[in-house]
């Protein structure tokens, strides 16, 4: 069974230097039907302005990836990681016991639109981690690249989740499939373009929830930049 999840259907908060469309219920946001998929807990679509960011804030026992579409992303955190997320870059932090980081835009004339990704931990109270990939272009052209997982094979992030998340282009005749193991769960989330999943259209920003589904199939892609979570039922 495949349940769309449109885009204009989901929360938006905007906050003047903060333009915000939750998937799941976030901050002020409260959806009893879209509380967390299994252990994905937040997709956040963000826009900052230029010069807008996040102050420092602290997280618990949370997998937070972030996955810049354009513009960038500063990091900074109380471990005394800094970094610059460009596209194609994506960050891992594990909160575990606690950390506090900020998020700002560090361009004075460009926005930054990413998305901000919340994954329950399957282990709590663990040391806080920090961990950044670059992912090119043409390793997600016309696949979908493994970009997180439980291990962190392929040169993936490991995150403490039994989930595998893939991210993938495609335009025009690409396509990409995944299998999906009995009693898993699978999610899509269109970063941009537009896609045909199963035969089913989406468009940027919308969902698709899968459960009973052996296979993911995405193709007819316009200029699509898709996430595909394979996600653990417990």
């Not at 885009?7 to 939750?22: F, I, K, M």
């Not at 992303?73 to 870059?89: A, F, K, Q, V």
Request: proline letters at 5%; aromatic letters at 6%.
């Amino acid at each position: 069974m495949i349940t769309l999840r449109p885009a204009a259907e989901r929360g938006h908060a905007q906050h003047g230097w903060l333009d915000s469309w939750h998937s799941f219920s976030f901050a002020d946001y409260r959806d009893p039907r879209h509380v967390h998929f299994g252990p994905l807990r937040v997709i956040n679509e963000d826009r900052v302005k230029a010069g807008g960011g996040f102050a420092p804030h602290r997280h618990q026992d949370m997998e937070i990836i972030s996955y810049v579409l354009d513009g960038e992303l500063e990091h900074r955190d109380s471990l005394g990681t800094g970094s610059i997320i460009r596209p194609g870059d994506v960050q891992r932090m594990s909160a575990g016991r606690g950390v506090s980081h900020s998020e700002c835009n560090p361009s004075q004339t460009a926005p930054v639109h990413f998305l901000q990704i919340w994954i329950m931990p399957a282990v709590r109270g663990i040391a806080p981690e920090y961990e950044q990939r670059h992912v090119s272009e043409a390793d997600r052209r016309g696949r979908l690249r493994l970009i997180a997982s439980p291990n962190g094979s392929g040169e993936s992030l490991r995150i403490h989740q039994d989930a595998r998340v893939y991210a993938g282009l495609l335009d025009g005749a690409e396509s990409a499939a995944l299998t999906l193991a009995p009693e898993r769960l699978g999610y899509v989330h269109l970063a941009r373009g537009a896609i045909s999943l199963n035969g089913q259209r989406l468009q940027a920003g919308d969902g698709a929830l899968l459960r009973d589904q052996a296979t993911l199939a995405l193709s007819d892609g316009s200029a699509a930049e898709v996430l595909v979570f394979d996600l653990s039922n417990e």
